[in-house]
């Protein structure tokens, strides 16, 4: 702004002044702004190619806006993160007591599951034990059936050997013979 100023009041000099060209004002000399314009573009260009820095400069912006992107992505998703934590914080206590009263009420299941089972298993248990009793009565029963018949007939066996004479002998053998059909006569 203070250039424009600085130019405008060349202009009016030069317009009140004869004969003086405006290029030629003392210290606005053309030249040096032609020169300046000259300059400018060539430092430009000069640090661009063959120094570098302008694609340094563009490389490194490029690396800072993506490093900036990225740390926005994550920024976004740690945020994401945090609230979902937060939630699940929130639910935290909802989720205890759900869980406490589950446990407590598949812990009384089981209980009862438990206590069906084991009086099943003693009705059968009793029932097998029974069985057991009277398969064993049965048995007992049996032998003691079949030892009495043992000491009968030992007894008898006895008793007829301490009895038995040699007539009587005789008359059994004569009886046996009548009974098979009188072979001896």
């Not at 937060?86 to 406490?100: C, G, N, P, S």
Request: charged letters at 35%.
């Amino acid at each position: 702004m203070f250039l424009l100023f600085i130019t405008m009041d060349a202009f009016m000099v030069l317009a009140a002044a004869e004969g003086t060209r405006w290029w030629d004002y003392p210290g606005f000399e053309l030249w040096k702004f032609v020169n300046l314009a000259i300059f400018i573009p060539l430092l430009i260009w000069f640090l661009n190619r063959v120094l570098g820095v302008h694609g340094a400069l563009r490389d490194r912006k490029d690396l800072i806006r993506r490093d900036l992107v990225r740390a926005q992505e994550e920024r976004d998703a740690a945020v994401a993160k945090l609230k979902e934590v937060e939630e699940r914080l929130a639910r935290l206590d909802t989720e205890v007591a759900e869980i406490q009263e589950r446990s407590k009420r598949e812990a009384a299941e089981e209980r009862e599951r438990i206590a069906r089972s084991m009086e099943t298993e003693i009705a059968r248990l009793g029932e097998q034990a029974q069985r057991e009793i009277e398969s064993a009565g049965k048995t007992a029963k049996h032998e003691l059936r079949r030892y009495t018949a043992e000491q009968s007939v030992r007894l008898a066996e006895e008793m007829i050997r301490r009895e038995m004479k040699p007539e009587d002998d005789a008359r059994l053998i004569d009886s046996n013979i009548r009974e098979l059909g009188g072979a001896a006569r």
